[in-house]
């Protein structure tokens, strides 16, 4: 069965609000009017009802609703399309949506072509610029039913000043793994120095209660940091004005992870950041 969005469609929506606007006319009308773009409008119709974008009025015409005469002002294209995204989600719940927990990447390899065609064309399926990254934490925040997504944004600028930390250390920029998929066991990859080029993988763990707060480390992130050569986690206290950094190393993290014992076995630890007060630093 088609997907119910794709680049086509989407478009054939966006010329749809505009003869909308300027025409409202019957639900049947509008069905048969044709091409809209490269797609029949019976399609077109349905999709733009689907999303919420256009609605019987009480003469009995297919008119923009609220929701569709904001999407109609966006002035850029791409901006239309990430909101298409959006309110196909809030709409149908679409099973590839779960991917967006798991980082970029697994939405645009596991989706529906036709899905993964609009997140390219919406400027989506690469790039680091905020309103990208906010958009994938917005969508993996839906995925996992969240509304509130202040926590996600206090991690993405620890990644953030990590990025930009490493880059002035190493001469050269660092890489985003945890942007395009969180299952890799660290966040950035970066180089050991300025002279050696050999991979750093960086664990990267923020918090705007300062030494009172606290931090969660998975088996996963655990058993990953011990099969790399080298490994650091970054600590970010972000109470104050400057941003204080901590950097750990494996020996360091070791001193607080838990032993298997018996038939038991440790998931997840939650260390307190004031352990490792004395090596914080503002950068």
Known sequence: MSEALSPGIAYGCFEL???LDATPMPLGAARSLGKLGVVSSDRVTTCAQLLGWTEINDAG??????RGQSIRAMPRTEERLREA?????????????????????HVLQYSPPEIAQVCREAGLATGLVPEVVAFWDLLAARARGLHDVRLNETGRQGE???????????????RWIALDSNADGYDVLSSVSDSDGAPLCIEVKASRAGLTGDFYVTRNEWDTAQ?????????????????????????????????????????????????????????
């Open 17 to 19: 609000l505009d003869v």
């Open 61 to 66: 015409l297919l008119v923009p609703t609220v």
């Open 85 to 105: 995204l959006l309110d196909l989600v809030d709409a149908t719940d679409p099973p590839w949506i779960q991917g967006a927990r798991f980082g970029r990447r």
């Open 160 to 174: 953030r000043l990590t990025l930009q930390y490493e880059e002035r250390r190493t001469g050269k920029p660092a």
């Open 227 to 283: 099969d790399l050569l080298n490994f650091a986690v970054h600590l970010w206290d972000l109470s104050a004005s400057y941003p204080r950094l901590a950097v750990v190393d494996i020996q360091g993290l070791a001193a607080h992870v838990p032993q298997d014992k018996g038939e038991g076995r440790w998931e997840s630890v939650c260390i307190p950041f004031s352990s490792f007060a004395a090596v914080f630093v503002v950068v």
